[in-house]
């Protein structure tokens, strides 16, 4: 089996206004989706990171007002969770999908990986393909592409996060929702399998 293809019908969930029913929507649209992509991808992971990598999909439990932007599967080496570990995430805004390995704000292996970044920046630097991109906030869109960060740039996302309680870091790419490969599931499922196999280096950073 091959994960299931996206379609704009998909990405129009996230402008669907009010909460109870966006996520309706989400829940019986996207959501299967994401479900499928975690479980099918999983043994992958697993497979390339030596270890059981557990699925986890966004369930966006505690909102009470504002509508998720975007919605995701990740996939950690804990079954019960993933936010406090190390991990990588697919997931949908309206405009675009991400494939990315992220530390968020929770996770106490950043001081480990910004250390070890900056002892590998060189060789990190050759590894990440100039269209992939850094974030440092999993809850906004804006990013900056590997060909325009610089020594500085990485020296300070280092600092954040060996000092900033909240700071976070993503890596990754996105594909524009208007790009064919998304309704074609397999080149989906390569796409995606050779971005994660890109970013796997990043993930042995983090321990």
């Known amino acids: 089996m091959t994960i299931p293809a996206l379609t704009p019908q998909d990405f129009d969930v996230f402008t669907i206004p009010g909460l109870e029913a966006r996520m309706e929507q989400l829940i019986r649209q996207?959501?299967?989706k994401l479900t499928r992509i975690g479980e099918e991808l999983g043994p992958f992971l697993s497979a390339m990171a030596g270890e059981p990598m557990f699925a986890h999909v966004a369930k966006h439990a505690r909102r009470t007002v504002n509508p998720p932007e975007d919605s995701w599967v990740?996939?950690?080496n804990n079954k019960k969770g993933y936010k406090a570990h190390p991990h990588f995430e697919v997931g949908l805004f309206s405009t675009h999908l991400y494939i990315q390995f992220a530390l968020i704000y929770e996770s106490g292996n950043k001081a480990i990986f910004a250390g070890r970044l900056a002892g590998e920046l060189e060789r990190i630097g050759k590894l990440i393909p100039g269209n992939y991109y850094w974030s440092e906030d999993h809850t906004v869109?804006?990013?900056i592409l590997h060909k325009d960060m610089n020594n500085a740039?990485?020296?300070e996302m280092i600092r954040k996060l060996q000092n900033v309680k909240k700071s976070e870091v993503m890596c990754g790419v996105?594909?524009?929702r208007n790009d064919p490969v998304l309704e074609q599931a397999s080149l989906l499922q390569q796409h995606i399998e050779n971005t994660l196999e890109t970013l796997m280096p990043l993930y042995r950073l983090s321990f």
């Open 141 to 143: 869109p804006h990013a």
């Open 74 to 76: 990740a996939w950690a």
């Open 30 to 32: 996207v959501r299967p």
């Open 174 to 176: 996105k594909i524009d």
């Open 153 to 155: 740039k990485f020296a």
